[in-house]
């Protein structure tokens, strides 16, 4: 609200061009769509309350969050030093005036909803902006299973999931980090952050009297949501004639991994690796967040030559890796059931508990697509079939699929 700074047209209507063809580029994963507030729906004509220029967020109450991006501000005085990184932010009020306990919040969309009893790891970053005579650091995070609005200018009536309880105020020097961990209830589609304390419980502290507002006013950027488990499913057997092994998890946003394979480390940079042991080795992989490291550990047995199939079997032969990729070679997924034994129902879903692949009755070839077509990305697929056996007796299995390109 405070930094508006207008130019030319002409150089609105150049940027509006260049904003269009790339900040909507994501570099990792991040479950908050648009969580840098690069991607913009339209950039001219500019103006007050530009929240609405930027996809996937929107203002949940009657306040007028303030949207600020390259496209409609001088790139060299406003930025590259008002942005924690990219070229777009969102200005909220936090505090504004004695005793109105007026507020200004953002909500913002996530991409999957969220999986009932996972933790993920929240952070965003926030600054102070002059000129405003109070900063805080009473700044909090609540999860919703629905989009969200508020007839009020008031603090939300509710308690916050995160709580920034770092007792740093805000200032104006740099971005300083709020995060947290937070456990889902399952299903949560959007989150909304401001301050949901009234004026009297806030951490208020008048730093800088001769500004011209009595207000505490923040501006937001880099919103990340993150699981913090990582799962490398069960240990495996394989042989000389088996393919190489996809294992782990594409990177997140603000997450490190190490990887240690019999104690030595082997890579710092991948949340995925590729592996073809040819003996016994064990794999531990550290997950690094914002807020917490976790970690996982693989047993790759290695049982030398392959063993021939018997004709005759009596438990389901699973394939743990395919490699879809046109070269001819492992391009499916396909069990073999034992002699006798007739499938009831195959299902294949992805880490987030979508199913990506039904087979009933007969049992079908998986191309690592989905039921409409789409390619489903490298990465650790679960299964479970049920079938009944030659004796009539129903069974249940389940494990892991790595699907790599």
């Known amino acids: 609200m405070y930094e508006r700074v207008f130019i030319k047209a002409q150089q609105i209507k ?24 690069e991607d913009t729906l339209w950039c001219y004509p500019c103006g007050n309350f530009q929240i609405t220029k930027f996809n996937n967020v929107t203002n949940p109450t009657l306040g007028s969050p303030d949207g600020y991006h390259y496209c409609c501000y001088n790139p060299v005085t406003f930025y590259p030093t008002r942005s924690r990184a990219g070229w777009g932010r969102i200005g909220i009020f936090t505090y504004q005036f004695p005793g109105l ?3 200004e919040y953002i909500q913002m969309t996530i991409g999957d909803s969220l999986i009932k009893n996972k933790t993920y790891c929240y952070s965003s970053y926030f600054r102070t902006i002059n000129p405003c005579q109070y900063v805080t650091s009473s700044v909090g995070i609540k999860f919703y299973s629905s989009q969200q609005f508020y007839n009020s200018i008031n603090p939300i009536p509710i308690t916050p999931d995160i709580q920034n309880t770092n007792s740093n ?15 889902a209830g399952g299903g949560e589609t959007n989150l909304i952050i401001g301050n949901f304390l ?8 008048f730093k800088y009297p001769g500004s011209q507002y009595t207000s505490s006013y923040l501006t937001v950027d880099d919103v990340s949501l993150v699981p913090i488990d990582i799962d490398l499913g069960n240990d495996i057997n394989i042989c000389n004639e088996s393919d190489s092994l996809l294992i782990g998890e594409p990177n997140w946003i603000e997450t490190t991994y190490k990887w240690f394979a019999n ?43 392959c063993p021939v199939l018997p004709t005759d079997i009596t438990e389901p032969i699973i394939p743990n890796v395919f490699t879809p990729n046109g070269d001819d070679i492992n391009e499916y997924w396909r069990i073999t059931l034992p002699t006798g034994a007739k499938l009831k129902e195959l299902e294949v879903y992805n880490r987030w508990g979508n199913s990506v692949f039904i087979s009933e009755g007969t049992i079908k070839p998986w191309f690592g697509r989905t039921s409409s077509g789409e390619s489903c990305s490298e990465g650790v697929y679960f299964y479970v079939i049920k079938y009944t056996d030659a004796r009539g007796e129903e069974q249940k299995k389940n494990g892991y699929i790595s699907l790599f390109r």
């Open 14 to 37: 150049l940027m509006a061009l260049f904003c269009c063809a790339f900040f909507s580029i994501k570099a990792q994963q991040n479950l908050i769509l648009n969580g840098g507030f």
């Open 101 to 103: 306990n007026v507020r």
């Open 169 to 183: 105020v805000i200032d104006t020097a740099i971005y300083i980090p709020v995060k947290g961990l937070y456990t």
């Open 198 to 205: 009234d004026d009297a419980n806030s951490n208020l502290i």
């Open 263 to 305: 104690g030595t480390l082997m890579d710092t940079v991948h949340g995925q690796i590729k592996i073809k042991p040819n003996n016994n080795t064990t794999y531990v992989v550290q997950k690094q967040t914002s807020c917490t490291t976790t970690s996982d550990t693989l047993v790759v047995t290695y049982t030398g030559i």
